[in-house]
């Protein structure tokens, strides 16, 4: 199974665009790249998913080149509402247990 | 749509004493996890079931963890007994498994704290 590589931390400020880049260089053909969201005292919250190229949803955008041995998250005009955890997965396909790394915790300030 | 219910959400408990944690998925989800999230770290998969079916239990700890989820819907997890290292949140998860790929669908977990 692909292990992800992320930034233990980072730090931000309100307005700001944040990208946070995830490793996986060992990906497999069929694996998905997968973000989810962790604030404290709550389960994981799904992000956005992609295959390749990019990706964008009415929270997040995800940007994996051609070799998908990378992809960036990127979070619009953060809000201090948007300090969590965020992890980077490689899933297989549908019904396959996810692993975590340590994610990437983001402090947003004002 | 309602989410993943996970009962108790707190649990202090003394040592070798037993405790069970309570999951009610996603309503026609199949597949129900049990990840167990250890301060500091990302949650680390317990248990997985296909509907009353278990998929993978490689990383449970069976001497002292069971789990169970009858008629396919609700799931139970058991500690007994409990050591110091079980004190940690019992993260629960549910997917429709169908498709391509699929949400997991998270719980607010259960903090388990071992005296």
């Known amino acids: 199974l692909a292990k992800t590589t992320q930034p233990i931390s980072m730090d931000s400020y309100e307005g700001q665009e944040v990208n946070i880049t995830c490793s996986h260089n060992n990906i497999a053909t069929n694996d998905y790249i997968t973000w989810y969201q962790q604030f404290p005292s709550q389960g994981p919250r799904f992000i956005i998913q992609?295959?390749?190229t990019k990706v964008t949803n009415e929270v997040a955008s995800l940007f994996i080149p051609a070799d998908r041995k990378s992809s960036t998250l990127s979070l619009p005009r953060v809000s201090l509402s948007d300090t969590a955890v965020y992890y980077c997965?490689?899933?297989?396909?549908?019904?396959?247990?996810?692993?975590f790394g340590k994610g990437t915790t983001l402090s947003v300030s004002s | 749509e309602a989410g993943v219910a996970q009962s108790p959400r707190y649990k202090i408990i003394e040592k070798r004493q037993s405790v069970a944690f309570w999951c009610n998925p996603i309503s026609g989800h199949a597949t129900l996890y049990w990840y167990q999230q250890i301060l500091g770290q990302g949650p680390k998969l317990l248990i997985q079931f296909q509907n009353n079916g278990v998929v993978d239990d490689s990383q449970l700890p069976k001497d002292r963890f069971s789990a169970e989820r009858l008629k396919g819907v609700d799931s139970t997890l058991k500690i007994q007994p409990a050591k110091l290292e079980d004190s940690a949140v019992y993260l629960c998860?549910?997917?429709?498994?169908?498709?391509?790929?699929?949400?997991?669908?998270f719980g607010p977990g259960t903090r388990l704290t071992v005296l």
């Open positions: 998860a549910s997917s429709t498994t169908s498709g391509t790929t699929d949400t997991q669908y």
């Open positions: 992609g295959y390749k």
């Open positions: 997965l490689v899933a297989l396909q549908a019904g396959t247990a996810l692993i």
